[in-house]
């Protein structure tokens, strides 16, 4: 459990900001790195190799780079496989949810394509994505896909948003500051 707990405070401080992770006391595991996700090749902790490029692939059509950073600068598939990895001491059954949700991603992506999704294009991918979707714009229809697609789409977001990138770089968050005075609405049509 220690060896997770360090592990687990190595990643924080990859994750963090590193203004702030500069600030926190680390108890004697080391400095904070000075490098930034993405900087160094990662080796994947639960995930096969063929297995993590999938899950960098899907979180890159779910927030893909455009003019402002994505999934891909936000290293969502490094906290995604740090998640699963993790899980193995608090919920078990996370770990078979992905395992079976790419193993199902593969079948649809046989059977619709006959090959496997890593093979596929990039059209025949967000395609595909796009289908398993299908039940979040019309719940009255279903999709064998569609939790996969849940799990997928729920976690990117959550890796994004609570990175350095998403947070601060994206959404601007300038820390715990607050308003001597809240300015109210300013839509005129409100008024």
């Not at 991603?105 to 294009?121: A, C, H, Q």
Request: hydrophobic share 35%; proline share 8%.
């Amino acid at each position: 459990m220690l060896a997770s707990t360090a592990a687990g405070r190595q990643f924080l401080d990859d994750w963090l900001p590193q203004a702030q992770a500069a600030t926190m006391p680390h108890h004697g595991h080391g400095a904070p790195p000075q490098t930034p996700v993405g900087s160094e090749p990662y080796l994947p902790r639960f995930f096969k190799p063929e297995e993590y490029r999938t899950i960098e692939i899907l979180t890159e059509i779910i927030i893909p780079t455009d003019d402002k950073p994505g999934a891909k600068e936000a290293g969502a598939a490094r906290f995604i496989d740090f998640l699963v990895f993790s899980a193995a001491e608090f919920r078990p059954s996370m770990q078979k949810e992905w395992t079976a949700g790419l193993a199902t991603l593969d079948r649809l992506s046989r059977g619709k394509f006959s090959r496997p999704f890593l093979e596929l294009s990039e059209d025949e991918r967000v395609g595909l994505l796009t289908e398993m979707s299908l039940p979040e714009r019309d719940p009255k229809r279903s999709h064998d896909g569609y939790e996969f697609y849940r799990l997928i789409k729920e976690t990117t977001v959550e890796a994004f948003y609570s990175s350095r990138v998403g947070l601060i770089d994206v959404l601007g968050y300038q820390g715990l500051t607050y308003l001597a005075e809240f300015p109210g609405c300013t839509h005129p049509e409100h008024h």
